[in-house]
């Protein structure tokens, strides 16, 4: 027995191909999909990050570029390079690598973006709307891991999602994401006693935690589809998940790998979401 293992590298592999041929028929259009990336300051991770967006962009044809400010920039000078971009008619995506120095206000910056070129849906417009259920640009890694779900032909309605995290661009939307799907949702957090007692008895377990292998197999039952959505660098260099994978696997009826799980599907959503903002089909203004 054991786990299924849902890669999301492979799945990223055949959902780029699809975008690729779409992407060649918007340019024989004449639309070429432009995405912005800004990248502020050196921290290792980000520069990574952004750079597997920029090669995972130009392998479906579109058109990414980076823009590299300085870790003392001023909020100001980011909000002006940000209304620069949303005027800017051949951008259709702006994305702004977060973290950001403490000196700048996040909320202000992701406020200052245009919510019809909001790529990660992280304005409160795109948010609002997706918590009404309305057509708009869902947060990258909640719409991978639904994504992810759907692939497998995974029934979310009338299931129990437990949820362990609630930050703004995980935990709290892909809540929101799975309510959507008519699924019972429920959320834990650190300041949740008896943690085991929900993830016990979750049909579907998001982790989202942030600490490497905390979850093991006495947090599950038999036949939980459990989705890692830890990303830790061990002392070794070695990337792992929240979950104890070898443990995990030997007890959950699916799960996500860490690498090659919902990392991979968050950059390739993002790809979706700028080919849908080159299509300026979202109705936002
Ligand atoms: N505005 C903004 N939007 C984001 O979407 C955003 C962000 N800021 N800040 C940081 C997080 C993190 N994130 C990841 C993307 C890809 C992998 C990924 O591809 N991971 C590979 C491994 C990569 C490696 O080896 O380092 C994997 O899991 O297989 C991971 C994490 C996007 N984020």
């Given amino acids: 027995m054991g786990a299924e293992i849902i890669n999301g590298k492979e799945l990223s592999k055949s959902l780029k191909g699809k975008m690729k041929k779409e992407v060649s028929i918007l340019k024989d259009k004449g639309l070429i999909p432009h995405l912005t990336v800004v990248l502020v300051g050196d921290n290792p991770a980000s520069k990574s ?3 597997g967006k920029e090669k995972a962009s130009r392998e479906v044809g579109i058109s990414s ?3 590299h400010l300085e870790n003392s920039i001023a909020e100001k000078d980011l909000l002006e390079v940000i209304d620069k971009l949303n005027k800017d008619k051949n951008v259709h995506g702006i994305l702004v690598q977060l973290p950001l120095p403490e000196h700048i206000q996040e909320q202000h910056v992701i406020e200052a973006i245009n919510p019809a070129k909001d790529v990660d849906g992280f304005h409160p417009i795109n948010i609002g709307r997706m918590m009404t259920g309305q057509d708009t640009f869902l947060p990258c890694t909640p719409y991978g891991i639904i994504t992810m779900l759907k692939s497998k032909n995974i029934p979310m309605e009338g299931r129990h999602a437990v949820i362990i995290g609630r930050s703004n661009i995980v935990g709290k939307p892909i809540g929101q994401m799975l309510l959507n799907e008519h699924a019972t949702v429920t959320y834990c957090h650190s300041r949740t006693p008896n943690l085991k007692e929900h993830t016990t008895k979750a049909d579907i377990l998001i982790v989202a935690i942030g600490k490497a292998n905390v979850i093991t197999a006495d947090y599950i039952k038999e036949d939980t589809v ?12 070695k990337l792992t998940g929240d979950v104890h994978f070898e443990e995990v696997e030997r007890k959950a009826a699916y799960l996500t ?6 990392g991979p599907m968050t950059i390739t959503m993002l790809l979706e979401n700028t080919i849908k903002a080159a299509k300026g089909l979202t109705n936002i203004d």
């Fill in 49 to 51: 990050y952004v750079s």
């Fill in 65 to 67: 570029e980076i823009i």
């Fill in 257 to 262: 790998p860490v690498p090659r799980g919902v």
């Fill in 226 to 237: 459990v989705i890692d959505v830890g990303i830790n660098r061990l002392d070794n260099g």
